[in-house]
Structures are given as C-alpha cells and as structure tokens.
C-alpha cells in the first residue's frame, strides 16, 4: 500500500473515533463501506474474516480495527488504523472526565445516552447483517449464526465455544 | 467501611492487571473488568465503577478503552492512563496480528478458508446478540417504546441498507433522538 492509502485509512479511522458511540463494532459498517464498497482494499469475505479473527482471540473489540487494517494493508496498514482509533477518543476521554463526572446526571447527558441507545442498537444490527452477507450462503451457516444467536440470549457460555464449533464445522467443510 | 479501599502500588502493577483482564476477555472486556477491578482487586468499589462506566458510555471511542484510560488517570495521572492502555492492548494486539499474519499466508488452504467462513457466521451472530442484550434497557428509554423501534429500524435501514456515511445518521437521527429525549425529560418533570 503507498503512504497516500495509510493516510487516507488513519484520517478515516481518525474519524471513526469520535463517532464510535456504541462502541467499535458499532463502527464497523462504515469501516466495511469504506475499505470494501469505496477504496476495494479488500472484499467482503475477508473484511468478515478479519472480524471473526478479531473475536477469536482475547482482546477489546476495538482491535478489529488493526486486523482490518492488517489484511488490508499489512504491519503499517494495522498500525494506522489502530492509531487512528485511539488518538481522538483518548485525548477527549483524558481531557473531558472531569466535566463528564460532574454532570453525568444533568438533563443533557441524560437526553444523549437515551438519544443514542436506539440508534445504537440499529448500528450493531446493521453490523451483524452485513458481516453476515458474505458468509451466511448455506443451510450449515444459517445453523451457525440463528444457533449462536439463541446460545448467547438464553445461556451464559462463553462466546469462545460458538467460535470454536464455526471454526471446526467449517474446516470439515460444510459451511 | 470494613476493609480500607485498596489501590494499585505502581503504573507497572496497572499494565500487568489490565494485561489480565484483556487475555481474559473473550467477546468483550467489560465484564471482566467489572469482576477484576471491584470484586478481585477492590480497587474500585461497585459504585465508583458504575460512575466511570457511565462517563465512558457518554464520550466517543470504545468503553473499555476510555475506562482502561480513567481507571489508570485516578490513580497514577497520565502515567497510568498511559499503563492501562498499553496493558490492554498490547498483549491481544501481538496475538491477534499473529492470527491475522497466518490467515493472510494459508487464505488459499481450503480448511483454513472453510474454518473462516463458519467462525464468520458465527461473528455475525455474535453480533446480533450483543445487540438483543441491549433491548431490555430501551423499555425504560424516555423515548418510549415505539419511538425506539422506528429510531432502531432507520438507523440499520439508512446504515446496513442504503450505506449512508455513519456521521450524517448520527448527526441527523442520533441528533434528533436526542433533541425528542431532552424534551420528554423536560416534560415529565
């Protein structure tokens, strides 16, 4: 990838930051539309790998964001996107804490959280639908992700179990 | 109170506790981090998490990293900010890259893209869930109950489905959900 492309994805995820309400996954469509659907750095089988390799391992979700970038652009490319990711919010976080502590029951904190608790909640149903598009193809699949969907509402095992039976339902080679 | 409140003895003993915390965290840190800091380690107590987790949830970025960051600020400045973020991160970071480095070498074997695929369904899934969890807090949304659901639905149509830029949506639906909310809470006083 050329210096020009590092910067474009930094700048990108510069911005990402400071929209990253619900967290990074809530993020992740536009990081898809970005590095899929407008740049083409990588396609959408792969952006959806990177995620499931993201959730595989131990971590915060935010670094789903370097893997991204990892596949999409190597060493360099995982470490502008992490970077990226972290400067604004820090720095805000860092700066603002005190002003948050003390007027965390006003009413315009108050009117935000319930703001974007719905809009929130959209962004992460889009997430999973669009990771979903490329992958769920099969009736193996459709099993995968409607089963994980009712082990993690009705049950408390670890996400870690539903990785694992994807992993090795797929290398058998019926997904 | 019983036991005096206990703190971390230096920014070193901060990374090593949130290198922990993030080996632990399968599918999300927070919750490891909830038992890790008030129940194992009572450096904070249940109240004082609750606070810096709900100032958390208001500024942008992930969760986890702003509390790593105001966890670390409480008790060592900028130093320990600084630890509690590279602990985080750090040890997940190397490891996930190094899964990351292997996938891009063995992409072609058949088994490996296979296995990808079916943990990408499940991620998908994962996905969904983590957002089901969230439903039962929207009962008590000042919004009400059918205002959500549109909000919900326009959000994942306008992001998922027409694939507007993510600040235009947050700006405009997210901007105006806030406005309706300040209102219903001004009215209900």
Known sequence: VSLHELWLLFTHCLMLSLLAIGGAIGTLPEMQRFVVVERGWLGAADFTASVALAQAAPGPNLLVMPVVGYVAGGLPGALAALAGMLLPSSTLTLVATRWGSQRRETRGVRAFIAGMAPVTLGLLLSTGWLLSVPVVRTPVAVLLFAGTIALMWGTRVSPMWAIAVGAVAGAAGWV | ?189
Request: net charge positive; charged share 15%.
């Open chain 2, 1 to 189: 109170m019983l036991n005096p409140p206990r703190r971390p003895q230096s920014p070193r003993e901060l990374f090593t506790a949130f290198t922990r915390m993030a080996l632990m965290g399968f599918g999300g840190v927070l919750p490891v981090a909830q038992r890790e800091l008030v129940d194992r380690l009572g450096w904070l107590q249940p109240q004082e998490f609750a606070e810096v987790l709900s100032v958390g949830q208001v500024l942008p970025g992930p969760n986890i990293i702003n509390v790593s960051l105001m966890v670390g600020d409480r008790f060592f400045g900028l130093r320990g900010a600084l630890a509690a973020l590279a602990g985080l991160l750090c040890a997940p970071l190397a490891l996930v890259l190094l899964l990351a480095a292997l996938y891009k070498n063995l992409a072609d074997v058949p088994q490996v893209a296979g296995a990808l695929r079916g943990m990408g369904a499940v991620a998908a899934g994962l996905v969904v869930a983590m957002a089901l969890k969230l439903l039962p807090s929207l009962a008590r949304n000042p919004l009400g109950r059918v205002t959500c659901g549109v909000a919900t639905l326009a959000t994942a149509a306008a992001i998922g489905g027409l694939r507007w830029p993510l600040a235009a949506v947050l700006l405009g639906l997210g901007g105006s959900c806030c406005l309706l909310a300040w209102w219903r809470l001004g009215v209900k006083r």
